[in-house]
């Protein structure tokens, strides 16, 4: 399998060979939700917190006595169903984290290359060289590149002029190759790779298949 390597033009400048192992699988809907799922998940702090009555400050004095008023019987202004009172079954900190194997990990980041190979939705960038950040310049790339909607720019090493560059555009992210993820494939419309950055991930994903 080959893809064609472009310049900022999307002018053919060569070729590379794509790995069948990490761009040649199927389609599996079930593994990308279940990692989309656990990703989320962990994403989720768990700090919310809430007071129950025993924890409210004061209410310590019983409001009026327990018979002879007329009024329903109590014994703190701290109850639930009082306003300044605690909150019943309400959240407390707890740990989303949800776990995933490697392996499958690493199986639903191919299925998701796969599938944006399959669709035409990947380019591979050969160079973007830019003396100081100008997002008028990553507009024009991207629109010479045909490339609408989210748009994901994936760099082998961490380029601040392209990110200050990136930065601006709602729709149009870059990460590094160490820090890629399944769901931000699986999320952007199209990826771009630079080329050393696809080969970087063929070696990592090989490498990381055996573990």
Do not use: C
């Not at 949800?98 to 191919?110: E, I, T, V």
């Not at 973007?128 to 748009?151: A, Q």
């Not at 961490?158 to 560059?165: A, D, F, M, P, Y």
């Amino acid at each position: 399998m080959k893809i064609n390597i472009v310049d900022i033009k999307n002018k053919k400048v060569g070729e590379i060979k794509l790995d069948e192992f990490v761009f040649g699988q199927k389609m599996n809907v079930d593994l990308l939700a279940q990692y989309i799922r656990v990703y989320l998940s962990n994403q989720r702090q768990g700090t919310s917190s809430t007071k129950t009555r025993s924890e409210v400050s004061g209410g310590g004095k019983k409001p009026w006595k327990q018979k002879g008023t007329g009024r329903a019987r109590h014994g703190s202004t701290r109850s639930p169903i009082w306003r300044h009172g605690g909150i019943s079954h309400g959240p407390k900190p707890k740990s989303w984290v949800l776990k995933m194997p490697k392996k499958l990990k690493n199986l639903a980041m191919r299925v998701a290359l796969s599938y944006k190979i399959a669709n035409k939705n990947m380019v591979v960038l050969d160079k973007l060289e830019m003396k100081k950040p100008s997002t008028r310049k990553i507009i024009e790339v991207l629109k010479d590149l045909k490339l609408e909607g989210r748009v994901l720019i994936v760099q082998k090493d961490k380029n601040e002029i392209l990110v200050k560059s990136v930065n601006n555009l709602k729709k149009t992210e870059t990460e590094v190759l160490n820090a890629l993820n399944t769901y931000q494939i699986v999320k952007a419309d199209s990826v771009v790779f630079f080329k050393d950055a696809v080969e970087g991930l063929q070696i990592k994903l090989n490498k990381n298949a055996t573990k």
